[in-house]
T-cell receptor, first 112, second 114 residues
Framework: QKEVEQDPGPLSVPEGAIVSLNCTYS??????FMWYRQYSRKGPELLMY????GNKEDGRFTAQVDKSSKYISLFIRDSQPSDSATYLC????????????FGGGTRLMVKP | NAGVTQTPKFRILKIGQSMTLQCTQD?????MYWYRQDPGMGLKLIYY???????DKGEVPNGYNVSRSTTEDFPLRLELAAPSQTSVYFC?????????????FGSGTQLSVL
């Protein structure tokens, strides 16, 4: 069993839809949770960061962490074609070395 | 500022050949990392460095070597390339290495070993 599980997709939605992306994990020591967005043939870029449980909102994006269920989510409201990318969840117990464990990524396609 | 620059962008190697993937950064960051990304498998940490002269193994170091003689450069060496090393390689940096710090990634090197 992978330490971090993520549905690979692809997930195809119409423009304007609400998108829900999810990851489950098995390591209860994880405290730091991130979402990276990766466009085709590019390196990942940090989208959202959350510490421990709770919600965090940034514009159209909301990250949720439920540590009791070992489940994290990223919601995208009013999705745009420019949101089409692969979304990677990443998490860590602590540093050094920023030792992140990544999910396999979910490919999202937003159709105009 | 260029950020994190990786060269080459693409490379095809024959089994048993060797090569060096170059990574340079102009962000004056202390921490540098090498990841590999296989389809559907996420990113796996190969090696990392917390500063010039210091390197350490990550999750999948076998078949690779690194050096860090300067703050800016962190080359990844493949000796005796194998088909299992076919992957996309990403170099990344952070300033101080705290867990909540943002990783800055290069654009990647796509390597095929045939």
């Amino acid at each position: 069993q992978k330490e971090v599980e993520q549905d690979p997709g692809p997930l195809s939605v119409p423009e304007g839809a609400i998108v829900s992306l999810n990851c489950t994990y098995s390591n209860s020591a994880f405290q730091y949770f991130m979402w990276y967005r990766q466009y085709s043939r590019k390196g990942p870029e940090l989208l959202m960061y959350t510490y421990s449980s709770g919600n965090k909102e940034d514009g159209r994006f909301t990250a949720q962490v439920d540590k009791s269920s070992k489940y994290i989510s990223l919601f995208i409201r009013d999705s745009q074609p420019s949101d089409s990318a692969t979304y990677l969840c990443a998490m860590s117990a602590s540093h050094p070395g920023n030792m992140l464990t990544f999910g396999g990524g979910t490919r999202l396609m937003v159709k105009p | 500022n260029a950020g994190v620059t990786q060269t080459p962008k693409f490379r095809i190697l024959k089994i048993g050949q060797s090569m060096t993937l170059q990574c340079t950064q102009d962000m004056n960051h202390n921490y540098m990392y090498w990841y590999r990304q296989d389809p559907g498998m996420g990113l796996k940490l190969i090696y990392y460095s917390v500063g010039a002269g210091i390197t350490d193994k990550g999750e999948v170091p076998n078949g690779y070597n690194v050096s860090r003689s300067t703050t800016e450069d962190f080359p990844l060496r493949l000796e005796l390339a194998a088909p299992s090393q076919t992957s996309v390689y990403f170099c990344a940096t952070t300033k101080g290495g705290s867990t909540n710090e943002k990783l800055f990634f290069g654009s990647g090197t796509q390597l095929s070993v045939l």
